[in-house]
């Protein structure tokens, strides 16, 4: 069956330090990947969307890295700031769907 | 960016009384709204897919006798859950893409609690 999995772990970080979130997937071929910040007792919001047949997407502090190989999509965020602590949710789509499938999220700390 | 608005944010009911939560696209039509699910440090849970003008299609395990979704308009959609139990408490999303994109934009939830 397909599966998304996103490190259940809190992530801790020092302010300023860059955060790296993974996002790994079995059984899909998704066309499209998209990273999500939700912040508590609020609906997502979207951050950014990448196709299968990109490598990166950049926008601000962010970066995307989308390896349809190894299955796998790292979320970056440089000069990290208290204010990017939340929890982050990567969603595939594909597969005929048009409908996204959401991971379960990694929260990220930022610590002054 | 595309905006979607939910009310109420949040609601208190007794067990056994139905709650309606609306959901509105406000700068763009959506033909399309999907409703969401989400239990604590969960993942989002798709329970519906709502339809203007037709039926919603329901996830596999969701009621759709106690979920009722209607969508009216192509710019609201309403969750109205009934009969709803403790099991029930949870936080209900919805979303709509938009013709111009391929992402969701959700709305901010709402906190159902049963007591």
């Known amino acids: 069956s397909q599966k998304i999995e996103q490190n259940s772990e809190a992530l801790n970080i020092q302010e300023g330090k860059t955060a790296t979130l993974t996002c790994n997937y079995t059984?899909?071929?998704?066309?499209?990947l998209q990273w999500y910040r939700q912040d508590p007792g609020r609906g997502p919001v979207f951050l950014l969307l990448?196709?299968?047949?990109?490598k990166e997407k950049r926008k601000e502090r962010l970066k995307v890295t989308f390896d349809t190989t190894l299955k796998q999509s790292l979320f970056h965020i440089t000069a990290s700031q208290p204010a990017d602590s939340a929890t982050y949710l990567c969603?595939?789509?594909?597969?005929?769907?048009?409908?996204?499938?959401f991971g379960r999220g990694t929260s990220l700390i930022v610590h002054p | 960016g595309a905006v979607v608005s939910q009310h109420p944010s949040w609601v208190i009911c007794k067990s056994g009384t139905s709650v309606k939560i609306e959901c509105r696209s406000l700068?763009?039509?959506?033909?399309?709204m999907f409703w969401y699910r989400q239990f604590p440090k969960q993942s989002l849970m798709l329970m519906a897919t709502?339809?203007?003008?037709?039926?919603?299609?329901?996830e596999q395990g969701v009621e759709k006798d106690k979920f009722l979704i209607n969508h009216a308009s192509l710019t609201l959609s309403t969750l109205t859950v009934t009969s709803a139990h403790p099991e029930d408490s949870s936080f209900y999303i919805c979303?709509?893409?938009?013709?111009?994109?391929?992402?969701?934009?959700f709305g901010p939830g709402t906190r159902l609690t049963v007591l």
């Open positions: 700068d763009f039509q959506a033909t399309t």
């Open positions: 059984n899909y071929s998704p066309a499209y």
């Open positions: 709502s339809n203007e003008g037709s039926k919603a299609t329901y």
């Open positions: 979303s709509a893409p938009t013709s111009f994109t391929d992402t969701q934009y």
């Open positions: 990448i196709r299968e047949n990109e």
């Open positions: 969603a595939l789509t594909g597969g005929g769907s048009y409908i996204p499938t």
